[in-house]
């Protein structure tokens, strides 16, 4: 929910974790968060779920929780407010560019392995991004 609004008119932003990863379970947490900005899933001022219910959640340590809110909170990504919650930051992030590098092999890994398992080539996965990027250009006009 936002600090502007009530409580019914937003749902709060759920975290979701995949043991088989091998991405410690902070930065899929972290991750998560700049996923969520980055899609509009998550927009500044809509807060986050305590650290207590996330632990609850995800059958998790809460430390890991408030490792991952706190790098987060120093990244000036999240501001959190004592007695109020933890909040999106209301201001512009520019990423790291070795964290932006590392963020898009995890997912260029990740998307080639779930292909692969699909029974899909990377000759197909590439194929079918040049088409999408044919589309967006295509758009774009």
Do not use: C, H, W
């Amino acid at each position: 929910m936002r600090r502007d609004e009530t409580p019914a008119k937003t749902q709060i932003f759920q975290f979701k974790l995949d043991s088989a990863s091998g991405v410690p379970v902070y930065r899929q947490l972290m991750d998560q968060v700049r996923t969520g900005l980055a899609s509009g899933t998550l927009a500044p001022g809509d807060q986050l779920p305590t650290v207590r219910q996330v632990a609850v959640d995800l059958a998790i340590n809460p430390n890991t929780v408030l490792r991952a809110y706190r790098e987060l909170e120093i990244r000036g990504t999240l501001d959190s407010q004592q007695g109020t919650g933890t909040f999106v930051a209301d201001r512009k992030i520019k990423p790291d560019e070795g964290e932006r590098r590392r963020l898009l092999e995890q997912f260029v890994n990740d998307v080639v392995s779930r292909a692969g398992a699909g029974g899909f080539t990377l000759r197909e996965l590439a194929d079918e991004l040049n088409d999408r990027i044919t589309e967006s250009d295509e758009r774009r006009k």
